[in-house]
């Protein structure tokens, strides 16, 4: 019931602030909660998903910092990926560089909802994150701004109807 109320908080508070920048906290995305938000998703069943971060030029040369990513639809469906960097395979976020991640997870809508997380003290600076979805046209989200550490910021230009 709790996560259920804080659900409904947030999407009132994304409405009053449309298409502005937010942050949100970990500890108020845990993850628990996306993955009781994923198995409870009305869409159902595994979807292939693209995203693609280009890391600012003003970003330090590489980061050690643990970079998360949550992204959504207008029907409060998630996808969240705890760690998306992988230090043991190379994945890591370079200045003026672009990675593109393959994800699967649950299917939802068109995505309308991007968060990104970082923990780690190097202040890794995205430029621009760019998510496709399997039915639906890119979306490109800009950043271009250092990522609060333990905080979530981005955009949710969700109309939802919750």
Same mark, same amino acid.
């Given at each position: 019931m709790k996560i259920l109320a804080l659900i409904?908080?947030?999407?009132?508070?994304?409405?009053?602030?449309? +298409? /502005?920048?937010?942050?949100?906290t970990q500890s108020?995305? &845990?993850?628990?909660?996306?993955?009781?938000?994923?198995e409870t998703g009305k869409s159902g069943g595994s979807c292939n998903y693209k995203v693609s971060?280009?890391?600012?030029?003003?970003?330090?040369?590489? +980061? /050690?910092?643990?970079?998360s990513i949550l992204f959504?639809? &207008?029907?409060?469906s998630e996808v969240y990926v705890q760690r998306l960097d992988d230090p043991d395979y190379g994945t890591t976020f370079e200045q003026c560089a672009t990675i593109e991640f393959e994800i699967l997870g649950p299917c939802?809508?068109?995505?309308?909802?991007?968060?990104?997380?970082?923990?780690?003290?190097?202040g890794w600076i995205p430029e621009s994150v760019t998510a496709y979805h399997y039915d639906y046209p890119p979306v490109v989200f800009n950043y271009n701004?250092?990522?609060?550490?333990?905080?979530?910021?981005?955009?949710?230009?969700?109309?939802?109807?919750v």
């Open positions: 409904l908080t947030f999407s009132i508070m994304f409405v009053f602030s449309q +298409t /502005t920048p937010t942050f949100i108020q995305m &845990n993850q628990s909660s996306i993955q009781l938000q994923n971060i280009k890391t600012s030029c003003n970003s330090p040369p590489h +980061t /050690t910092d643990e970079i959504g639809d &207008n029907n409060a939802i809508g068109k995505i309308c909802k991007m968060y990104l997380f970082r923990n780690g003290t190097d701004i250092d990522i609060p550490l333990d905080a979530g910021y981005g955009y949710n230009n969700c109309n939802n109807k």
